[in-house]
């Protein structure tokens, strides 16, 4: 029982360990691609795109930095001078803590140009007058007001009450109080997009989620009259988003800088989208869950169907060969078993092309059980042949005890090779189950794995392999224990290997 | 009884030797240029191999001045579209027009290819990791650690996952990838062995007679292994060529460029006959691994009885 527990908690760094290398094969092939390899340049042309380290990322995104870069740009009015303009406003309300404060440390003329590239900015935050924006002179004066008015309200709490009350209720005030901060907001707003469970909740999505569009200049907003699960996924798509841009709008300090240091990767972003999102988001935009959950069922009946019936035939198949060793019925067994087990089950399927869906699980089932139990017969059969070599056997067979009770009492000794192969067989049979299911057209995990593989999948592949990895981690522990309960000698083993016993 | 194990392993041996011939001499079977042929006053030897560049323009010249050649039997190209009206095509072709007698003629090739290099991967890699893990404390809790990660990631994700990320680009990386997840299995056996054998009072006496560590490996260990490696290695081979089938199948083989009898198994627009024989070329070939591996086994179990039988 100890081994076990020891060996689950050991399950937790395995998994951590195959998601780093499966990852940096994943990304690797791609130049770190990463979750989303079609945004390209032209939405961020100042700062390139938007992928990130993959596993450390010394030097995390920060609004504070690239909002004086910008600035930076802005006022010496370089060559990159029309890209920072557009990221300054970008970044927004966000930025503006750090850029306004900073307006006196630089020159008049840079100063009136940067208070002129945030013009765009004031109107979409919906203060100032049309006056306010035209001159580079009157925006100065705009700007330098609007701090002096506004700066307590650039707070986190101020933040987080005025999308409270946005979210309760939408009036024009209220809509405005949010505006105002623009990007300041969006932590709060992110926050404020979950729970979403009843009709009320749904209603207070749509509010968020139109400020949000209204913010960012993008186009997830929810309508009127939506339904909870299309409120679910607008939040989703927020939430996703917000994953990839999210450090472009905070700043990091301290102990949330060296966190940020690791989280603020692509593999980060994969984690915290798969922590967040049930499994991450697969390229379909469907939660993979969701898709786990629809399509699991087949690969598992396949498995199961393979595991349960597979081996159940091939130990009964195994005994009989045993018992009759070198009987015609033995010889005819062993060279099927040879045939079946290289027998790739897409011939069959070729032949045995089948009816309605009920009629092509069973047809699948059928193939998994004759797979496996082909494999098992004939480790089943060796295992009884050595089984009955020994002397208590041979005593018994003195004793006058037939072949067919010789193999079945000896069946305790001898089905522990069969149940240490369950551990490991599991495996392969997963890759007959994708084979099965490809050549009977059965819409399982593997022909969702086919297309995540064309479709670059990482969240659906990194999902998979890792469920899969868990899952085979159980079963090879779940063997084991059978094994110490079947063999006392395997327990003693590792009673002895830690030293309890001498 | 002997005799027929004996006749049956032999006949496998030659289907296996078969095999890596057609896969070795795969140009001359099967070649949409001419073996030999001569034109405008040269000699041309193997175009489709020396100089594939002119390979189909001497097709055309031939036609044209009527020179002397000497053809394949199968007058076709695995990889190209037939454009040749001379050309046969025996099993005919698949949706993308290629011959499906030369993709099974090639396929051999790839399977030998995949098959001998997945196995001196796991063998290069496994033996001494196993070995290590036989004799060091240190060694042998990375060796449980890493065939636990390789065991719990099954062969079709871990295949997967490179397709995603686009590193297959050739029938190598398929065999490394494969070899590499074998090669935890052999080190498993390897350490069992070298556990086994180190045990046993000879090496206790050879040690007690001063041999060093070095010389207890080769006089003692090695010829110990030497069966069990390659029992597991034919055994091996047998699972390298039917998982390499099943990843083909699902177009998650080799290249797609590549020829493969799995994947032929799969591909759109093969009449039934073009299927069957590349399925049978796999069952045959697996049997044909299985019963070599069946017959080691029995010599090997044969010869130990042997030895404890005084």
């Known amino acids: 029982m100890r081994h076990a527990l020891r060996r689950l908690l050991w399950i937790g760094p395995t998994l951590f360990v195959i998601s780093i290398a499966l990852f940096w094969v994943l990304t690797a092939g791609r130049g770190g691609g990463g979750l989303d390899p079609d945004e390209a340049d032209e939405e961020h042309p100042f700062f390139g795109d938007h992928s990130r380290p993959r596993f450390f990322n010394s030097r995390p995104g920060n609004v504070r930095d690239l909002a004086l870069l910008a600035m930076q740009s802005i006022a010496r009015n370089d060559e990159r001078a029309a890209a920072a303009e557009r990221e300054l406003v970008r970044l927004g309300g966000a930025a503006l803590p750090h850029v306004l404060p900073q307006l006196d440390s630089l020159d008049p003329r840079g100063r009136g140009r940067v208070a002129l590239a945030l013009a765009p900015l004031a109107k979409r935050m919906n203060v100032g007058t049309a006056e306010d924006r035209a001159s580079a002179d009157a925006a100065l004066l705009f700007w330098t007001r609007f701090w002096q008015d506004r700066a307590i309200d650039f707070r986190p709490a101020v933040a987080a009450r005025a999308v409270a009350r946005l979210g309760e209720k939408s009036t024009v005030g209220r ?41 960012t200049e993008q186009p997830w907003r929810l309508e009127r009259d939506a339904g909870l699960e299309a409120a679910r996924a607008t939040a989703r798509t927020w939430q996703r988003w917000w994953l990839v841009h ?23 972003r994969w984690a915290a989208d798969a922590v967040e999102n049930q499994l991450g988001t697969s390229e379909s935009g469907k939660s993979v869950r969701e898709l786990w959950s629809t399509r699991a069922p087949t690969t598992t009946w396949l498995l199961g169907a393979g595991l349960v019936g597979g081996f159940a035939a091939g130990i009964a198949l195994g005994l009989m060969g045993a018992a009759r060793a070198n009987a015609p019925f033995d010889r005819s067994l062993s060279a099927l078993a040879i045939v079946l087990a290289a027998l790739p089950t897409t011939l069959f399927a070729l032949v045995l092309a089948p009816g309605g869906p009920s009629a092509q699980h069973a047809v699948g089932a059928f193939l998994m059980v004759v797979t496996a139990a082909s494999v098992v017969a004939r480790h089943q059969r060796s295992a009884t042949r050595v089984a009955l070599d020994q002397e208590y056997a041979r005593t018994a067979r003195a004793f006058g005890a037939g072949p067919w009770r010789l193999a079945l009492w000896s069946f305790r000794a001898s089905c522990v090779s069969v149940v240490s192969l369950a551990g490991t067989h599991l495996a392969h049979l997963l890759t007959v189950a994708f084979v099965v299911e490809h050549a009977l057209h059965l819409e399982g995990l593997g022909a969702v794995t086919l297309k995540a593989v064309y479709a670059h999948d990482i969240a659906w592949l990194m999902a998979l392999s890792l469920s899969v990895a868990f899952l085979l981690s159980l079963a090879q522990i779940a063997s084991d224990l059978l094994l110490g309960a079947l063999d006392p000698r395997v327990h003693l083993g590792l009673l002895r290997k830690r030293g309890a016993v001498e | ?57 001497l097709t055309r010249e031939l036609r044209e001045q009527d020179g002397f050649a000497v053809w394949a039997p199968v007058r076709a190209s695995p990889t190209a579209k037939a454009t040749d009206d001379a050309e046969r095509h025996w099993l005919g072709t698949d949706d993308s027009g290629r011959d499906v007698l030369a993709q099974i003629i090639f396929g051999a090739r790839t399977l030998v290819t995949t098959t001998l290099g997945a196995l001196l991967v796991a063998l290069v890699v496994g033996v001494p990791l196993g070995a290590a893990a036989g004799r060091g404390n240190v060694a042998d809790a990375l060796l449980s650690r890493t065939v636990e990660w390789t065991g719990a990631v099954p062969t079709v994700v871990a295949i997967a996952v490179l397709h995603a990320s686009e590193l297959v680009t050739s029938t190598w990386v398929v065999a490394i990838a494969l070899g590499a997840l074998r090669a935890a299995e052999v080190a498993r056996l390897v350490r069992g062995e070298v556990l086994r054998v180190s045990g046993t009072d000879f090496v206790l006496a050879a040690r007690a007679l001063g041999a060093s560590p070095i010389a207890v490996v080769r006089r003692h260990l090695a010829p110990h292994l030497f069966g069990p490696v390659l029992v597991s290695a034919s055994l091996g081979a047998a699972a390298v060529v039917l998982v390499e089938a099943a990843l083909s199948y699902l177009g998650l083989g080799v290249p797609g460029e590549v020829p493969s009898w799995g994947a032929l198994l799969g591909r759109a627009g093969v009449a039934p006959t073009g299927r069957l024989l590349p399925g049978l070329a796999i069952v045959i070939t697996t049997a044909c691994l299985a019963i070599l591996a069946e017959t080691l086994e029995d010599r090997l179990a044969a010869r130990r009885g042997g030895a404890g039988r005084v």
């Open chain 1, 246 to 268: 999210h450090s472009d709008y905070v700043t990091h300090d301290g102990a949330e800088r060296v966190f940020a240091m690791l989280s603020d990767t692509e593999y980060g």
């Open chain 1, 175 to 215: 809509r405005d109080d949010v505006r105002a901060l623009d990007t300041f907001a969006l932590p709060e707003l992110m926050r404020k997009l979950t729970p979403v469970e009843t009709e009320a909740d749904a209603a207070r999505v749509r509010r968020i989620s139109m400020a949000l569009a209204s913010i």
């Open chain 2, 1 to 57: 009884m002997m005799r027929e194990s004996s006749l049956l392993a032999r006949t496998a041996a030659v289907l296996l030797g078969l095999l890596v011939l057609v896969a070795v001499f795969a140009d001359l079977l099967c070649s949409h240029a001419p073996l030999l042929a001569r034109t405008g006053g040269h000699w041309h030897v193997l175009p489709a191999v020396t100089e594939p560049a002119r390979a189909a323009a």
